[in-house]
């Protein structure tokens, strides 16, 4: 059985790094991304099960990656992520999966990733 993939799109190389150790220790494939080039590219040469995206990436808008991402892969499951709680009601609306605040709790991250998994 191959492992569940992961796009992680953040800009931040530390907390995106930092994500990536976590989650492969939980037994995930990873896929980086700290752009919206990265993150489209890497969406498309490989399987990915899960994307973990900050609505802030760099200079760049998540919104556009989240609506290049859902129309590439309608039914993927999208982690929103952000340090403004303030933004994280609209992604809910739009169809993300679920909107964490940063910073992430991991034990609640995995939970989720795990729910989503068994669905």
């Avoid at 995206?53 to 952000?82: A, K």
Wanted: charged fraction near 25%.
């Amino acid at each position: 059985m191959r492992k569940r993939r992961v796009l992680i799109v953040e800009d931040d190389q530390p907390v995106r790094e930092a994500l990536g150790y976590a989650l492969a220790s939980e037994n995930y494939e990873i896929v980086s991304a700290g752009n919206g080039r990265e993150a489209l590219q890497g969406f498309a040469e490989n399987q990915i099960d899960f994307a973990l995206l900050d609505l802030n990436v760099g200079t760049e808008n998540g919104w556009d990656i989240f609506e290049r991402l859902t129309s590439l892969q309608p039914r993927l499951p999208i982690i929103v992520m952000s340090a403004f709680p303030e933004l994280l009601s609209a992604p809910m609306a739009a169809g993300a999966v679920t909107c964490l605040e940063k910073p992430l709790n991991l034990a609640v991250l995995f939970q989720k990733m795990d729910t989503l998994s068994k669905a």
